[in-house]
């Protein structure tokens, strides 16, 4: 069989492949416009100039080999120390940089699993229990792990309940996990009520606070009624923060600590038989690039607390005038109560994701959730100064029945024909297929792709296996 190849035998001149640049980016989100929500967390320039010189500086250095480059070890613990200050940690908090909050959430419950082991109690399955809001990393992780991750629901506030997670303990659990706040709609748990609840069990408590860790510290520097969810709290025994979130940092760096060595030194491998020598490593990531952990001390230093609490404060102003605008906006309603800047909003007038497809229309980058069906905002430094184009926009979508209540039908079938598609056509172009079909689904012939009715199929469809499958497809024929 003839195939196209794609390794190129002659190598493009440098001239050719700097013409192709700007052409590479024509598709992606266009974060700099301030209309994408979440996804980038830029710093703003000039600072990001002095973070990318440092990851420039660091690039072709590797993380792995403390003793060949002394920088970067420093730079690790320093990152460390201002996150566990940050944690309010006494000397005792001992973390590492990972590559993000996926990982750091593997390690916590990599040092949970190894902790229940080393104490022999039982045989397993260890159990780790989530609230629903948890982020999927956790069952990553168990995934991985040989876990068994016992989700419990959340109360009608979207927080997690410690009643309901206490009555899920039995003799396998060896965790409990929280949110500081949780992705969805950006409500922290209640934190010292489930540090009671672990220490009467004498189970490890985590606090993922991957959104919360970089914003909710100085939010409370300035003031803000922010709950309490770090080490101050007894029972809490790891934290995970990213700082390629609202660290400002460049993405690949987040921080994992725990309440004392004796617990980090369960997160590290070492093998001592192996022919190369004695391989010895603290995280899960083996070869990786100084640049983004160089990036991110270098940005820490940079803005300093003071730096950071500016940028806290003016995202805080255009969070409150965008959450008072949809709090006002008749037929629209946030979910629970967030204590910073992510939160979800639904809808009583209308179809909530067709909300979601007329603002995508309007040029708005957007997430959408599924239980319950709402749109999800992360309001960041690039969407300061957005807030009343962004509200002028939804108010507009609200007054128009059309874009309202445009019919989601056939919901099944077109499940059906979806996957289908993705299993017939040549990969690669499933993507655009997939948003394609998405928009048939709503109305026959139109070109713009519409989410609405993919994510519409995934909330109401009762059979998950078929969704799952759907999903396994679109990835399969995306790479
Ligand atoms: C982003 C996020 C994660 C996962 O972090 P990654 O950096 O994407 O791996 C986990 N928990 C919460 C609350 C998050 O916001």
């Known amino acids: 069989m003839k195939t196209d190849k794609v390794f190129p035998e002659c190598g493009l001149k440098r001239y050719e492949l700097t013409k192709l640049l700007p052409g590479h980016k024509a598709g992606d989100a266009r974060w700099n416009s301030g209309k994408t929500f979440g996804f980038v967390y830029h710093p703003g320039e000039p600072h990001a100039k002095i973070s990318e010189a440092y990851q420039e500086a660091f690039r072709y250095e590797s993380t792995l080999n403390p003793s060949a480059f002394p920088s970067l070890r420093k730079f690790e613990k320093e990152v460390v120390g201002m996150a566990t200050e940050l944690m309010h940690g006494d000397s005792k908090v001992a973390g590492s940089v990972t590559t993000g909050g996926t990982e750091s959430i593997f390690l916590a419950l990599k040092v949970a699993r190894q902790a229940a082991v080393e104490t022999g109690k039982n045989e397993g399955p260890f159990e780790v229990i989530l609230p629903e809001t948890a982020h999927p990393a956790f069952l990553k992780a168990c995934h991985y792990l040989s876990l068994k991750a016992v989700v419990v629901p959340v109360d009608g506030q979207m927080m997690a309940e410690p009643g309901a997670m206490q009555d899920a303990i039995n003799e396998n659990t060896i965790m409990l996990a929280c949110s500081a706040p949780c992705f969805p709609c950006g409500v922290v748990d209640p934190v010292r009520r489930l540090g009671k609840v672990a220490q009467k069990y004498h189970l490890l408590l985590h606090v993922d606070a991957c959104m919360g860790g970089f914003m909710l510290p100085f939010m409370e520097e300035l003031a803000y009624k922010v709950p309490e969810f770090d080490f101050r709290v007894p029972g809490v025994t790891s934290i995970s923060l990213d700082a390629h979130k609202y660290g400002y940092a460049p993405k690949g760096v987040s921080i994992i600590l725990y309440r004392n060595r004796e617990l980090r030194r369960k997160q590290f491998f070492i093998h001592t038989e192996w022919s190369g020598g004695i391989f010895a490593s603290t995280t899960f990531s083996g070869t990786k690039s100084g640049g983004p952990l160089a990036g991110c001390w270098a940005i820490m230093n940079h803005l300093g607390r003071e730096g950071y609490r500016t940028m806290a404060r003016k995202v805080m102003d255009t969070t409150r005038i965008i959450r008072d605008g949809i709090e006002n906006m008749e037929g629209l309603h946030i979910l629970g109560d967030p204590s910073m800047s992510v939160l979800a909003f639904s809808s009583t007038h209308g179809n909530i994701y067709n909300i979601g497809d007329a603002l995508a229309s309007r040029g708005w980058y957007i997430d959408r959730l599924q239980f319950p069906e709402a749109l999800h905002l992360t309001i960041t430094r690039l969407n300061l100064g ?57 109305s026959p012939g139109e070109e713009e792709g519409s989410q609405a009715a993919l994510y519409g199929i995934s909330a109401s469809f009762d059979n998950r296996k078929s969704v799952q499958r759907l999903v396994e497809n679109l990835l399969d024929g995306m790479y």
């Not at 609200?398 to 209540?405: I, P, R, S, T």
């Not at 059906?416 to 948003?435: C, D, F, Q, W």
Request: net charge negative.
């Open 386 to 442: 957005m807030a009343d184009e962004f509200l002028e926009d939804l108010q507009e979508i609200m007054g128009n029945k059309e874009e309202l209540n445009s019919a989601r039908k056939g919901m099944q079938e077109s499940v059906k024909a979806v996957e289908m598609i993705t299993k017939l056509l040549p990969a690669g172009i499933t993507n655009k297929v997939a948003r394609r079909a998405g928009s048939q689904m709503e």
